[in-house]
T-cell receptor, first 114, second 113 residues
Framework: DAGVTQSPTHLIKTRGQHVTLRCSPI?????VSWYQQVLGQGPQFIFQ???????GRGNFPDRFSARQFPNYSSELNVNALLLGDSALYLC?????????????FGSGTRLTVV | GQQLNQSPQSMFIQEGEDVSMNCTSS?????WLWYKQEPGEGPVLLIA?????ELTSNGRLTAQFGITRKDSFLNISASIPSDVGIYFC?????????????FGTGTRLQVTL
C-alpha cells in the first residue's frame, strides 16, 4: 500500500509569489492535517481537514489556506510568500483524526523562498 | 507557536548504551506520542500512549505517560547505530471535532561505535 504522498518534494519560490502543495493520504484515511517544520524545530500545526471540512486551524496568518477534495486528497496554499515561510511542509493522514487513529506523515515538501 | 519542552537537546552516546529523554508541558494532553525523524523524511511514529500512568514498550523502546498528563519519557535500551535521528514527543489535544498535535523541540541522538 502507498503511504502518504506529497508533491512536489522540493521547490523554490520568490517572495510575494503563491505556492500550492499537494497531499494524497493513505487509502481509506479521511483526515488530512498540515504541519510546518522550520529547520531545527518540531512541526507546527497549520490545518486539519476531515470529510472535506476544516476541523482545526493553527496560529497561522490568512495567507495560509487549504482544502480537501472528495477523494480525500488535500492542497495547502500559501499566498504572498515571505522568507520566513521557508520550511518543510508535512502532511499527515489518519482515519478520522480521532484519539486512537494514529497519524502517518509524508516525507514533506521542502519550500525555499528567496 | 507552542512547543513542548524536550530534553536533552542532543545526546552523543556509544553503541550499547541506554538513552533516556523526556518531555514536559504546561498543558494536559489526551494522548502522548513519540516520533523519530531522519534526514529528508517525515516523522515516523514509535509509540503511542493513551492514559495517565501507562507504560508501553516497542522492542527496545519504552515510554510512559506521566500521571499529571503533562509529561512523558522515552527510553531506548542497548542503542545501535540505526537509532541515530531526531526524536520528537507530541501531545495530542482533542477539542470538539478538532485534533491537533503539539510537538516538542526534539532530541538529536548520535550513536558512535
Amino acid at each position: 500500500d502507498a503511504g502518504v504522498t506529497q508533491s512536489p518534494t522540493h521547490l523554490i519560490k520568490t517572495r510575494g509569489q503563491h505556492v500550492t502543495l499537494r497531499c494524497s493520504p493513505i487509502s481509506g484515511h479521511k483526515s488530512v492535517s498540515w504541519y510546518q517544520q522550520v529547520l531545527g524545530q518540531g512541526p507546527q500545526f497549520i490545518f486539519q481537514y476531515y470529510e472535506k471540512e476544516e476541523r482545526g486551524r493553527g496560529n497561522f496568518p490568512d495567507r495560509f489556506s487549504a482544502r480537501q477534495f472528495p477523494n480525500y486528497s488535500s492542497e495547502l496554499n500559501v499566498n504572498a510568500l515571505l522568507l520566513g515561510d521557508s520550511a518543510l511542509y508535512l502532511c499527515a493522514s489518519s482515519f478520522t483524526g480521532g484519539r486512537r487513529d494514529g497519524y502517518t506523515f509524508g516525507s514533506g515538501t521542502r519550500l525555499t523562498v528567496v | 507557536g507552542q512547543q513542548l519542552n524536550q530534553s536533552p537537546q542532543s545526546m552523543f552516546i556509544q553503541e550499547g548504551e541506554d538513552v533516556s529523554m523526556n518531555c514536559t508541558s504546561s498543558s494536559i494532553f489526551n494522548t502522548w506520542l513519540w516520533y523519530k525523524q531522519e534526514p529528508g523524511e517525515g516523522p515516523v511514529l514509535l509509540i503511542a500512549l493513551y492514559k495517565a500512568g501507562e507504560l508501553t514498550s516497542n522492542g527496545r523502546l519504552t515510554a510512559q505517560f506521566g500521571i499529571t498528563r503533562k509529561d512523558s519519557f522515552l527510553n531506548i535500551s542497548a542503542s545501535i547505530p540505526s537509532d541515530v535521528g531526531i526524536y520528537f514527543c507530541a501531545g495530542q489535544l482533542l477539542t470538539g471535532t478538532a485534533s491537533k498535535l503539539t510537538f516538542g523541540t526534539g532530541t538529536r541522538l548520535q550513536v558512535t561505535l
